[in-house]
């Protein structure tokens, strides 16, 4: 069965750091694409970032540019986001999400997603 | 970037068609993908490339597109299809849009 766990989020203060995991099995994870996909309390869904298979290649939200980096180890079948210098609107449950299709990063939609860890960025 | 605007709600009784709209901006528009989400739960991808749908997904849903506006449609709506729908594209830098949801209210 495909599935993607998530891990790490919790309660940070403005301007801290933390970093998110994402935990992948049942299919060739080198082969695929990777996304993070957040979600304000009460708001709808905002693509953050987006990685290549073989991770050579990274992508960004304007609002995040600069302040996270999405890695991702192969050999441990893990998608990461590094998050630095969050702010109250960081706040969000934050997905990570699979590529439909195999092969170099092309957008082409996301068919099996993690349930989501919560970030509370606040004082 | 570019935006993708939804109508924040629609409502339908049971057997009825829902149709949901995605219009994009000026930009030219890419392919468009929709997904299901219910309270609590991760999105659930329901149509890919404007027109395909996964398997698993049930024949009612489909999807179709002219000009910059594409439409996910369910025939015969049932209780269990309430739930908020996001529409997704990308522009040719790779980077993904979503639009602000649409939430499907079945009376």
């Known amino acids: 069965e495909v599935q993607l766990l998530e891990s790490g989020g919790g309660l940070v203060q403005p301007g801290g750091s933390l970093r998110l995991s994402c935990a992948a099995s049942g299919f060739t994870f080198r082969s695929y694409a990777m996304s993070w996909v957040r979600q304000a309390p009460g708001k709808g869904l905002e693509w953050v970032s987006a990685i290549s298979g073989s991770g050579n290649r990274r992508y960004y939200a304007d609002s995040v540019k600069g302040r996270f980096t999405i890695s991702r180890d192969n050999s441990k079948n893990t998608l990461y986001l590094e998050m630095n210098s969050l702010r109250a609107e960081d706040t969000a449950v934050y997905y990570c999400?699979?590529?439909?299709?195999?092969?170099?990063?092309?957008?082409?939609?996301?068919?099996?997603w993690g349930q989501g860890t919560t970030v509370t960025v606040s004082s | 970037s570019f935006e993708l605007t939804q109508p924040p709600s629609v409502s339908v009784s049971p057997g009825q068609t829902a149709r949901i709209t995605c219009s994009a901006d000026?930009?030219?528009?890419?392919?468009a993908y929709w997904y299901q989400q219910k309270p609590g739960q991760a999105p659930v991808l329901v149509i890919y490339?404007?027109?395909e749908r996964p398997s698993g997904i049930p024949e009612r849903f489909s999807g179709s597109s002219s000009g910059t506006t594409v439409t996910l449609t369910i025939s015969g709506v049932q209780a269990e299809d309430e739930a908020d729908y996001y529409c997704?594209?990308?522009?040719?830098?790779?980077?993904?849009?979503f639009g602000g949801g649409t939430k499907l209210t079945v009376l």
């Open positions: 490339k404007d027109t």
């Open positions: 997704q594209s990308a522009d040719s830098s790779g980077t993904y849009v």
């Open positions: 000026a930009l030219p528009k890419q392919f």
């Open positions: 999400a699979k590529e439909r299709i195999s092969g170099d990063y092309v957008p082409d939609g996301m068919d099996v």
